[in-house]
């Protein structure tokens, strides 16, 4: 199992930007593909972007391609989400979560979680 803690969530006005950072600790996750996810207000939890450990391989949904950036330093166990021109749509909870395997889009595919951080996006 891989514990998983994110930071870096506030409130940040429209066109700004944030890096969320999350902390993994515990089994060895070279193998892992490693997500963010997010869940807007009163909707279902969606993939935002998710980074294979190892190599370094990344994908994006296509509403944050061009604007986010995941990435992760594995000499810190660390992986982080870079966003920037934030909109109101982007304000959601920001859950990080691993899984071993191949890439994976699905929440469901995805065994560990996150409490997540609240992005707020204000007009």
């Known amino acids: 199992q891989v514990q998983l803690v994110e930071s870096g969530g506030g409130l940040v006005q429209a066109g700004g930007s944030l890096r969320l950072s999350c902390a993994a600790s515990g089994r060895t996750f070279s193998s892992h593909v490693m997500g963010w996810f997010r869940q807007p207000p009163g909707k279902e939890r969606e993939f935002v972007a998710a980074?294979?450990?190892?190599?370094?391989?990344?994908q994006y949904a296509d509403s944050v391609k061009g604007r986010f950036t995941i990435s992760r330093d594995s000499t810190e166990n660390t992986m982080y989400l870079q966003m920037n021109s934030l909109s109101t749509e982007d304000t959601a909870i920001y859950y990080c979560?691993?899984?071993?395997?191949?890439?994976?889009?699905?929440?469901?595919?995805?065994?560990?979680w996150g409490q997540g951080t609240q992005v707020t996006v204000s007009s």
């Open positions: 980074i294979w450990w190892s190599g370094g391989a990344t």
């Open positions: 979560a691993a899984r071993s395997g191949g890439w994976s889009r699905i929440r469901y595919e995805y065994h560990d």
